[in-house]
C-alpha cells in the first residue's frame, strides 16, 4: 500500500507566521509531511478540516480564540479525535486532561530533538490509524485509503458512521476498563451483524475510539443492518451501569466548571451517506454531509439510524 504524507495543521493568529516558518523550518527535508496553515477563525479553519489530519499544532502564543472552544470547534467538526500538541511558553493553568484528552502542553523549544519525537509519535498515530488496538479492526488509515480508491475509480458505495452518545461521560464516570469492553462488545456486535452479509464482513473500520465505519457497495441493506446493530446495542446497554444509576436512568459527571452534570444512558447513533445517487466529489463532501446529520442525530435523544 502506497504510504500518503502526513497532513499537520497548524494554528496561529501570529500575522508575521513565526510559529509557522519555525515548524516549515524543522520539517524542510521531509517529503512525507505535508504542513496546512491557518489562523483560529472558524470560517478559515473550516477548509481545512480534513478527513485524515494526523496530528494538530496550535500557537497558544499568538491565538485570538479561547483555547476550549477552538477544541471543542475541532472535535465537534472531525468524525475522529485527532491528536492536538499545544506550544505554550507562557505561565498558564493549562491541563490536557481538563483541556483534551489527546492534547499534549509542549513547552519546550522547537528543535531536532521535537522533529524526532513528533516522526515517532506520527509512525504510533499511523499503527493505530491503520489498526485498532482495542478492536483489531482496521482504521481511518485504512478507510481513507478504500474510499479515496472508490472514488479514483469512480465506484459507487455507501458508508455507515458509528458513534456511541455520551461516551466521554461514560468514560469519566466508569472508568477507561469497563468502557473499553463496551468498545470490544459494540465491535463484535457490529461484526456478527455483518457475518449475516458474508461479503461484508471485511469492510468494518473503528476509526477512533467510539466511532466505527462500515462500507457497503449498495444502499440496499442499510436499514435492516442499522436497526439490527442499533436493537442488540440497546439490548447489552443496562449490563454495562450499576444497578442504581439504571434506576435512576442517568449518571451525574463532574464537568470542566467543577459541576456535576446529567447524562442519560448511551445510546448509538448510525450516519448513512451513499454516493449512489448523491453524487459526491471528495471524501471532505462526504464528511460535510455526513458532520450536519450527525449534529442531526446528536438531538434525538436515544439510538436512531438517519440515511441520506
Known amino acids: 500500500m502506497e504510504i500518503k504524507s502526513a497532513k499537520i495543521l497548524l ?4 500575522k508575521e507566521k513565526m510559529f509557522f516558518n519555525k515548524i516549515k523550518n524543522i520539517f524542510k527535508n521531509d517529503k512525507s509531511i505535508n504542513l496546512i496553515y491557518s489562523n ?3 470560517h478559515n479553519l473550516n477548509n481545512h478540516m480534513f478527513f485524515d489530519l494526523s496530528m494538530i499544532f496550535i500557537d497558544y502564543e499568538f491565538l485570538n480564540t479561547d483555547i476550549e472552544e477552538l477544541l471543542s470547534f475541532i472535535i465537534s467538526y472531525l468524525s475522529y479525535k485527532p491528536f492536538v500538541i499545544i506550544f505554550s511558553k507562557k505561565q498558564h493553568n493549562l491541563s490536557s486532561k481538563n483541556i483534551y484528552e489527546n492534547a499534549l502542553i509542549f513547552s519546550k523549544p522547537i528543535d531536532e530533538n521535537f522533529y524526532n519525537s513528533t516522526k515517532n509519535m506520527l509512525d504510533i498515530l499511523r499503527y493505530k490509524l491503520e489498526i485498532s488496538d482495542v478492536t483489531l479492526l482496521p482504521g481511518l488509515l485504512e478507510l481513507t485509503n478504500v474510499l479515496e480508491e472508490k472514488f479514483d475509480n469512480n465506484e459507487n458505495f455507501s458508508l455507515l458512521y458509528i458513534d456511541i452518545d455520551k461516551f466521554k461521560s461514560f468514560t469519566d464516570y466508569y472508568g477507561l476498563k469497563r468502557a473499553t469492553e463496551l468498545l470490544i462488545h459494540l465491535s463484535q456486535i457490529i461484526i456478527n451483524v455483518m457475518s449475516e452479509y458474508v461479503d461484508f ?3 468494518i473500520y473503528n476509526i477512533g475510539g467510539d466511532d466505527f465505519a462500515i462500507i457497503l457497495a449498495d444502499d440496499h441493506n442499510i436499514k435492516e443492518l442499522g436497526d439490527k446493530i442499533i436493537e442488540r446495542f440497546d439490548e447489552i446497554v443496562p449490563k454495562y451501569y450499576d444497578d442504581e444509576d439504571l434506576r435512576k436512568g442517568y449518571i451525574s459527571v463532574l464537568n470542566r466548571e467543577g459541576i456535576y452534570e446529567d447524562f442519560s444512558l448511551i445510546s448509538l447513533s448510525i450516519i448513512s451517506v451513499t454516493n449512489n445517487f448523491n453524487k459526491y ?7 460535510n454531509e455526513m458532520k450536519q446529520m450527525k449534529y442531526n442525530a446528536k438531538q434525538f435523544g436515544g439510538s436512531i439510524l438517519l440515511q441520506t
Not at 11 to 14: K, N, P, Q
Not at 281 to 287: L, P, T
Request: hydrophobic letters at 30%; glycine letters at 0%.
Open 11 to 14: 494554528i496561529s493568529d501570529d
Open 40 to 42: 483560529s477563525s472558524t
Open 201 to 203: 464482513l471485511n469492510n
Open 281 to 287: 466529489h471528495s471524501i471532505m463532501d462526504i464528511y
